[in-house]
């Protein structure tokens, strides 16, 4: 079994590199972003809840995304592993995230940091936006979750550095080259 953690700041190609990830090592991909939005789209009372938050590049609140999480991750924690694409976004969700696999007796193998320049997510979110339909793909909101990133989702680097968990990966350039970058490493692991 493989469980990994997949971050870095918006744009920097998370949910990309963890849809062919998940293929690859038979993975079940987790997108709390993907999850929010089919609600939203369902205008479920969550999804309502949290495009309140999403809409102005703000994290939905601890307590409704923990709560997904543990759910999903009780559903399928008997298969090949998962790829956590979007979560945990700051410290007290990576701090549940650590307790939630402890109590199922799993462990987490690493968390893979995808590193792109800010000039570069900016322009790619940009491009994104004129395709995605997702309405926090616009100037004004990619400002707010750039902010929300550096502030909340970047001390998650010197967290996993800590626990001993981080990887770090270049992710300017070729899509092919950084998976093969990102699997290269994730062949190291011990498992
Ligand atoms: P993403 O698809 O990962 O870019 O997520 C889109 C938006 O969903 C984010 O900007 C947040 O508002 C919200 N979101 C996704 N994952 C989380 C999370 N783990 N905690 C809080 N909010 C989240």
């Known amino acids: 079994m493989l469980n990994l953690v997949i971050f870095g700041a918006p744009g920097s190609g998370k949910g ?10 038979n993975l079940r991909h987790l997108s709390t972003g993907e999850i929010f939005r089919k609600e939203i789209a369902q205008g479920t009372p969550l999804g309502l809840e949290a495009m309140s938050h999403i809409d102005i590049g703000e994290l939905v609140p601890d307590e409704l995304t923990v709560k997904l999480v543990a759910e999903q991750i009780r559903l ?18 990576a701090e ?9 007796n799993l462990k987490l193998h690493a968390a893979l940091f995808l590193e792109v320049p800010e000039e570069e997510l900016i322009k790619r979110l940009l491009l994104r936006g004129q395709n995605s339909g997702r309405s926090d ?24 550095k800590k626990h001993e968990l981080f990887i770090g990966i270049d992710g300017v350039g070729d899509i ?9 490493e994730i062949d ?3 498992r």
């Open 137 to 160: 793909d616009n100037e004004e909101v990619i400002k707010k979750r750039l902010l929300t990133y550096n502030k909340q989702t970047a001390p998650l680097i010197e967290y996993y």
């Open 96 to 104: 549940s995230l650590a307790k939630l696999l402890a109590s199922e």
């Open 176 to 184: 092919n080259k950084i998976f093969g970058a990102i699997c290269h």
């Open 188 to 190: 190291e692991l011990p």
């Open 76 to 93: 399928f924690k008997k298969g090949g592993g998962v790829i956590l694409d979007g979560f945990p976004r700051n410290i007290v969700q």
């Open 16 to 25: 990309t590199q963890a849809d062919q990830l998940a293929v690859r090592y």
